[in-house]
C-alpha cells in the first residue's frame, strides 16, 4: 500500500516557466512533509518542509502548498533552471512513528 | 561540518553472500535511518536508530539488520544476499528527535550476481 503517491514519473518544463510537483497522500495521520532533490549517483538532498499546521511554505525559488483537506501537496519551482533537473521525492511522517514514507519520485526536466 | 559518510560506495557480491555496510552520521545527530532505493519503488524505509535503539522498522525480511553504536555510527547487514537486493542503500541522520529533515549519504550502490 504506497500511503505517499507521485503519479507523474516525469515532467518537462521550459527554463523560466513554473514546475509544479505534486505529491498525494493517504495517511491523515502525516503531519510533516518533506521535498528532496537527488542528482544521479548523489544522495537526496533536502530542499523545504511543511508541518500540518500551515498550508505554505515559501524558500527563495521553492514553494511547498499542502492541502490537508485533500491530502495533497505540491512544490511549486518558480522559475524553473536547467540545474533543476533531477528526480524529486516527496516525504510525510507522523509524529512518534520516527520514520518517513517517500513516494516513488518524479523527473524534472528543465529545457533550455 | 562533514556530512554523511557511507562505506563502501559500490560492491558486488554473490547470491547467498553476506554483507555490511556502514554510515557515520553527521557530528551531533543521534538518530539515523536507512533506506532502499529501487528503480521504481522510491525509497523504501528499513529501520530507523536513536541512542542505539531501534525505534522503527520497516517490511523487510528478517535477512536486513542494523545495529547502532555509542558514537551513533550504524551498520546494516544482509545474509543470504538474493537478485533483488540488488540497490542503492542509503543512509540518513537527523538532529531531531522525531521530525527535521534527513540528512543522506551518497549511498552504497549493491550488485548482487
Known amino acids: 500500500d504506497q500511503q505517499v503517491k507521485q503519479n507523474s514519473p516525469s515532467l518537462s518544463v521550459q527554463e523560466g516557466r513554473i514546475s509544479i510537483l505534486n505529491c498525494d497522500y493517504t495517511n491523515s495521520m502525516f503531519d510533516y512533509f518533506l521535498w528532496y532533490k537527488k542528482y544521479p549517483a548523489e544522495g537526496p538532498t533536502f530542499l523545504i518542509s511543511i508541518s500540518s499546521i500551515k498550508d505554505k511554505n515559501e524558500d527563495g525559488r521553492f514553494t511547498v502548498f499542502l492541502n490537508k483537506s485533500a491530502k495533497h501537496l505540491s512544490l511549486h519551482i518558480v522559475p524553473s533552471q536547467p540545474g533543476d533537473s533531477a528526480v524529486y521525492f516527496c516525504a510525510a511522517s507522523a509524529s512518534g512513528t520516527y520514520k518517513y514514507i517517500f513516494g516513488t519520485g518524479t523527473r524534472l526536466k528543465v529545457l533550455a | 561540518k562533514a556530512g554523511v559518510t557511507q562505506t563502501p560506495r559500490y560492491l558486488i557480491k554473490t547470491r547467498g553472500q553476506q554483507v555490511t555496510l556502514s554510515c557515520s552520521p553527521i557530528?551531533?545527530?543521534?538518530?539515523v535511518s536507512w533506506y532502499q532505493q529501487t528503480p521504481g519503488q522510491g525509497l523504501q524505509f528499513l529501520f530507523e536508530y536513536f541512542s542505539e535503539t531501534q525505534r522503527n522498522k520497516g517490511n523487510f525480511p528478517g535477512r536486513f539488520s542494523g545495529r547502532q553504536f555509542s558514537n551513533s555510527r550504524s551498520e546494516m547487514n544482509v545474509s543470504t544476499l538474493e537478485l533483488g537486493d540488488s540497490a542503492l542503500y542509503l543512509c540518513?541522520?537527523?538532529?531531531?528527535?522525531?521530525?527535521?529533515?534527513?540528512?543522506f549519504g551518497e549511498g552504497s550502490r549493491l550488485t548482487v550476481l
Open positions: 540518513a541522520s537527523r538532529l531531531g528527535y522525531d521530525t527535521g529533515e534527513l540528512f
Open positions: 557530528s551531533g545527530h543521534r538518530s
